[in-house]
Structure formats: C-alpha cells, structure tokens
DNA sequence: ACAACAATTCGACATATCTCGAATTATAGA
DNA sequence: TCTATAATTCGAGATATGTCGAATTGTTGT
C-alpha cells in the first residue's frame, strides 16, 4: 500500500480507472449533477437515480450497465441502495473530496 | 466527441485513464509536489524533472518509464523538453485546472 | 402462484494494457 | 571519432478490460 504525500497511490488509481472509462465517466458525471445546486449528495439526501435511468442515453446492455456500476462502486465513488424494483445510485461525496484535494495539492 | 456540462467526456476519460496506472500516477504526482508552492507549474519556470529521475523509485524497466511519460503526455498531462542528454518533465497546469473543475462542478 | 419488470451473474470473445529485453537514436565529452 | 549516458522504438507475451447474450435472482402487483 504505497502512500504519497498523504495520498493513497493504490486508493487514487482505482478511482481514476473506474472514471476512465467514457460510459463509466459518463454515469459518475450524470450521478455528480444530478444533486440540486447547494445540497450534498448522500443517500439520506436520496439524490440519486436508478440503474437503468442512468443507462438511458448510453446504449449499453443491461449487463454491461450492471458492470460498470459495479466498478464504479468498488473504487468507492458511489453506493447503492435497492428501492422496490430498482437499485438508486449516489455519489459518495467523501471520495470526490479526496479528488478534489489531490488535484488541489499544487 | 460526446460533450456534457461543458466538459468533454472523451478528453476528461484519457487524462483519468492516464492517471490510472499506479507507475504513472506516482510520476504525476511527483511532478506536481515537485513545484515549490506557490509557484505555478510550467515550462517557463523549469520546475521539472528529467525521465530517469522520475523512475528512481518505480522500479520498472527505462522502455517503460519511456512508454509511461509518453501515456501522461498524450493525455495532456504533462509536457516534455530537452536539456541536452535528458528529458524534462513538467506537469501542464491547464488540465490539472480542467480536472479541478470537473470534481467541483457539485 | 404467476407474470412483468429491474437488475445481476456467468461464460465467452475481441481488444487493450503493462511490461520487458534487444536494438536504435540522440547527445555530451574525451 | 569513439565511448558513455539518456531515452526511445519495436516486437512479444501475459494479463486486464469492455462488451454481449443467456440464464438467474429479487421485487411488485394481479
């Protein structure tokens, strides 16, 4: 577990590889603005859409989808939480905030 | 070129897809703490280093240290000069501002 | 219990990525 | 010009990833 200058080497790169893909980073960003203006993104908020929502304007098998939320939920960018049928999606702030820092570190 | 919320999708997955190798991010994040703070990062200055002082401690092969460099520029990571028998490294600030922006946008 | 819908699991395949060693190019200095 | 050093290019091999379809699980409503 390499650590650098307070970051997790191991913990950043998953997370930039689950956002590099374009159908994946294309879930996360749409997941990221779906929270009204103001507000945090939580799953107490329930700012967040179902799984097949997200797939909507992306054109991959429902399979596929499912896969690619896996991923980015194992990279620890969003949760999950299953509502009668569907499964809704948030974005973990906590993680975003450590991106944020990365990037801010100069 | 997919475009959402101002940013572009397929630009935004390359530099992340860069990033997401734990050898390359080291790299990166070495070139961007290696800048003294408060100065920006740029070719100006020459706050960089040069190929085979950023694979001191990767422990990997000169061909791929060379192929990794070549990956972080391609996503507009970084930006390289020669200094006679080395080649500098330097982080460009403008993607790194890109990338800041994208995880503040909520 | 059954049908319909949402989502996941599994296996398979094509493609991409990471890494290396060997050979090559570029530069500096004797 | 010759040698040493820095870096790159190329080809190859192992591994990882993205995607799909078919089958399965979980939930709701009739």
Same mark, same amino acid.
Do not use: W, Y
């Given at each position: ?5 307070? *970051?997790? /080497? ?5 997370? *930039? %590889? ?13 997941l990221v603005s779906c929270c009204t203006p103001?507000t945090l993104c939580s799953v107490e908020d329930l700012n967040g859409l ?18 690619? /939320? %896996? ?6 960018? /969003? %949760? ?6 569907? /499964?809704d999606c948030f974005v973990?702030p906590? %993680? ?6 990365? *990037?801010?570190?100069?």
């Amino acid at each position: 577990m390499s650590n650098c200058c307070g *970051f997790n /080497i191991e913990e950043l790169a998953d997370a *930039f %590889k689950a956002l590099s893909n374009p159908n994946r980073l294309q879930i996360f960003q749409r997941l990221v603005s779906c929270c009204t203006p103001g507000t945090l993104c939580s799953v107490e908020d329930l700012n967040g859409l179902c799984v097949s929502e997200l797939g909507e304007d992306l054109s991959v098998a429902p399979s596929t989808l499912s896969h690619h /939320i %896996k991923e980015l939920q194992h990279a620890g960018l /969003i %949760k999950t939480q299953r509502r009668g049928k569907n /499964i809704d999606c948030f974005v973990d702030p906590e %993680k975003v905030e450590l991106l944020k820092q990365f *990037f801010n570190s100069q």
